[in-house]
């Protein structure tokens, strides 16, 4: 997709200006990181060492707001803002972006939102401002695809980009494919094992017809030699009409 070339080019940019600071000059690259319209991914900034080196100095709240972005939802900020430097709109904004991935991510199927959960989650007052939000912000970005439905109040996304793996959650996703893996491994096990079956029946089949039709062909020929010999025996062992009209007539008296 266009936001994934997108975000590689605006994460390589940031990466690199990150890579040559520290301690507070890493500030205004995290506040722009987490404004930037058209970045929804920031696992490769978290995992560079002199961002991490911000834990337990005084710039470590930054260090929480891109956790925040990389992992966490609108209702995180709101349960943590106390100690949370306040965000900008661009922030909030995107943000509430994030949180909608974050609720689009917990299945693998095509899932239905409903209107009056989209609404708490994302402290939106009315339908007319979700709808705009979803369709301006959400669909329009680029981050998902879906359609409204204003009769059930619901939003239905079939596709929604991903966020940033929390840690630990790659080795669950491994554990997860590897399951998949050996399931789907076992169902190619079972298909062959039905398409030899299969094809062993359709031999047999095949072979029982042929059999079938050899033996009609004998009981045909049988009954056509029997039909030419009964033929025969009366051709040579019966009496001529004419013969016996013949006598008929010697034997009748003259007038």
Not at 18 to 36: K, R
Not at 151 to 169: M, Y
Not at 206 to 227: I, P
Not at 228 to 244: A, L
Request: hydrophobic content about 40%; some cysteine; glycine content about 6%.
């Amino acid at each position: 997709m266009d936001i994934e070339l997108k975000q590689a080019e605006i994460i390589d940019q940031l990466v690199r200006r990150a890579s040559t600071c520290n301690g507070e000059s890493l500030v205004p690259i995290i506040i722009d990181a987490t404004s930037h319209p058209s970045l929804f991914a920031f696992s490769e900034i978290l995992a560079l060492p002199n961002v991490a080196q911000l834990e337990g100095t005084s710039n470590a709240v930054y260090l929480d707001v891109l956790r925040l972005f990389a992992y966490g939802t609108w209702g995180d900020y709101k349960c943590n803002a106390s100690r949370i430097p306040q965000l900008s709109p661009d922030q909030i904004l995107k943000l509430k972006q994030l949180t909608v991935l974050h609720l689009l991510s917990q299945t693998r199927y095509c899932i239905v939102l409903p209107y009056d959960a989209l609404m708490v989650e994302l402290d939106v007052t009315n339908v007319r401002e979700l709808e705009d939000f979803l369709i301006n912000d959400c669909m329009y970005a680029g981050i998902v695809r879906g359609k409204l439905d204003q009769l059930k109040r619901c939003f239905e996304v079939p596709f929604a980009a991903g966020r940033d793996l929390r840690p630990g959650q790659l080795g669950n996703m491994l554990h997860t494919l590897s399951n998949w893996l050996n399931t789907s491994e076992n169902l190619l096990v079972s298909i062959q094992d039905k398409i030899k079956w299969a094809d062993n029946m359709s031999e047999m089949d095949k072979k029982h017809r042929k059999e079938t039709e050899g033996v009609e062909e004998l009981k045909k020929s049988l009954s056509m030699k029997g039909d030419i010999g009964g033929r025969g025996h009366n051709e040579m062992f019966g009496e001529p009409s004419g013969v016996m009209n013949y006598q008929e007539d010697g034997m009748r008296p003259k007038r």
